[in-house]
């Protein structure tokens, strides 16, 4: 799955047009790396996203193309922020 459409399906990003500016912007970094929206994660990724307030460092434990707002938790979880 590509990396914005995991941050929107999980919920970390309100929308998929947020998430792509992030990445175009350098913002999102996966293993330490800056990546494209485009860019495929997998599981056990590390993945950090700069916000102007600071940053926030989460671990990918699954990947579903859909998922109920109740559950986008199960999708990641935090390591840092």
């Given at each position: 799955?590509?990396?914005?459409?995991?941050?929107?399906?999980?919920?970390?990003?309100?929308?998929?047009a947020l998430a792509?500016?992030?990445?175009?912007?350098?913002?999102?970094?996966?293993?330490?790396?800056?990546?494209?929206?485009?860019?495929?994660?997998?599981?056990?990724?590390?993945?950090?996203?700069?916000?102007?307030?600071g940053s926030v460092?989460?671990?990918?434990?699954?990947?579903?193309?859909?998922?109920?707002?109740?559950?986008?938790?199960?999708?990641?979880?935090?390591?840092?922020?």
């Open positions: 799955m590509r990396i914005d459409k995991f941050l929107k399906v999980s919920r970390i990003l309100k929308r998929r792509q500016e992030a990445a175009k912007g350098g913002r999102v970094k996966i293993n330490g790396v800056a990546v494209k929206p485009s860019h495929e994660i997998k599981v056990g990724d590390v993945v950090t996203i700069g916000f102007n307030s460092s989460f671990k990918v434990k699954d990947i579903k193309e859909t998922v109920r707002k109740e559950n986008a938790e199960s999708l990641y979880e935090i390591i840092g922020e």
